[in-house]
Nanobody
Framework: QVQLVESGGGLVQPGGSLRLSCTTS????????MRWYGQAPGKERELVAS????????NYADSVKGRFTISRDNAKNTVYLQMNSLKPEDTAVYYC????????????WGKGTLVTVSS
């Protein structure tokens, strides 16, 4: 059974930082590209950051470039999202997503972790 479990969300003040983690099990982690999506209240879920299976290429939404960093530790089967200089508009449920590098039809979602940026 494949599982993706996010952690690290919570309440933070504007300008603060959080690090989200997504720990996976039941899959060969090094064969999967990983993504973080965010869904703000009343909005569509949208791609925030992605990293290739080898960790060699990263991409970011324009709204988070320079503030967020995605990384992975294949030895720990975990992908991270370091979130700095947080803004109220970053408030969202953040979801972890895994996509098999050789067949995009094989993919999995976590249940999400809530990040609230507020004074």
């Amino acid at each position: 059974q494949v599982q993706l479990v996010e952690s690290g969300g919570g309440l933070v003040q504007p300008g603060g930082s959080l690090r989200l983690s997504c720990t996976t099990s039941g899959l060969t982690f090094s064969n999967y590209g990983m993504r973080w999506y965010g869904q703000a209240p009343g909005k569509e879920r949208e791609l925030v950051a992605s990293i290739t299976s080898a960790g060699s290429i990263t991409n970011y939404a324009d709204s988070v470039k320079g503030r967020f960093t995605i990384s992975r530790d294949n030895a720990k089967n975990t992908v991270y999202l370091q979130m700095n200089s947080l803004k109220p508009e970053d408030t969202a449920v953040y979801y972890c997503y895994a996509r098999f590098r050789s067949n995009y039809d094989i993919n999995y979602w976590g249940k999400g972790t809530l990040v609230t940026v507020s004074s």
